[in-house]
């Protein structure tokens, strides 16, 4: 697939994306990367976690600048576990090969990661500029997906989901042990404001009640699962 994909598309990079590998006893990626490189890849980024471990464990960072190692001149991106500028520096310092870092589920929870790390400092948004965020977002929803029926609802999937990692954040203030870490069960607490209590319910009920804010009342009968569980806890 590599090497026919690599080749299809001279003008356009094509990068793989891949774990450690299928088992957390058996990882295969430091064997695959010089491979995929030959192969004609333009990157690799490399989540530091088998497919087994799914979300437990922490991401094998050590793994990740293994593998950086082996590639000659493909950039490598390392990825699992950034929540903070914090371990966005600590995970550069473990390894120093790789070029880039992919940030996943902290840009969910925090999508004002990339502005931390940029400043190396937290950012602490009270929760009507996190509900600003939320507000921009449902306008280019709207934008992209029209403002009829189906563009609301579909705006209103997207944004239910992305509230299903938003409600994981917990303000820096609040912290019993700053800063929050990934694979941490998030602390119970009472908001500073309602809003910031509501932003913070588990409860996907509390979820619709936010969107309704935004979007006005669901149709009749609406449900709503989560389709992604991203916890380690
Ligand atoms: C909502 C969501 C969707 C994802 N979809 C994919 C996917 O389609 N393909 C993939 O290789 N990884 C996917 N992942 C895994 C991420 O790319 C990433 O490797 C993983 O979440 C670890 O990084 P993180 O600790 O920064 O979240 C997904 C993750 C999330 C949270």
């Not at 026919?4 to 064997?31: N, W």
């Not at 437990?56 to 576990?81: F, H, L, V």
């Not at 966005?88 to 090969?97: C, D, T």
Request: glycine share 6%.
């Amino acid at each position: 697939i590599v090497r026919s994909c690599s080749s299809l598309s001279p003008q356009i990079p094509f990068t793989v994306k891949m774990r450690t590998g299928v088992y957390a006893d058996k990882s295969v990626a430091h064997e695959l990367v010089p491979l995929v490189e030959e192969w004609g890849a333009s990157a690799v980024t490399l989540h530091g976690r088998s497919r087994e471990q799914r979300y437990t464990k922490s991401a094998n960072w050590q793994y990740i600048e293994e593998c950086a190692a082996k590639a000659q001149r493909m950039p490598i991106i390392g990825n699992g576990d950034i929540l903070n500028f914090e371990d966005f520096n600590e995970k550069r310092k473990i390894a120093p090969h790789v070029s880039s870092i992919m940030i996943g589920r902290g840009a969910l929870i925090k999508p004002w990661i990339f502005k931390e790390i940029k400043e190396q400092k937290p950012w602490n948004p009270t929760s009507a500029e996190r509900f600003e965020i939320l507000r921009t977002y449902v306008n280019y929803g709207l934008e992209h997906w029209g403002s009829d029926t189906k563009g609301v609802e579909n705006t209103r999937r997207f944004l239910l989901e992305w509230q299903s990692f938003l409600y994981r954040y917990i303000p820096y203030e609040l912290l019993a042990h700053p800063p929050q870490q990934i694979n941490q069960r998030p602390q119970k607490f009472r908001g500073r404001d309602e809003m910031e209590t509501l932003m913070s319910s588990p409860n996907s009920a509390d979820w619709v009640r936010l969107s309704e804010m935004l979007l006005g009342p669901v149709p009749e009968s609406f449900e709503f699962v989560p389709k992604h569980k991203a916890n380690a806890y």
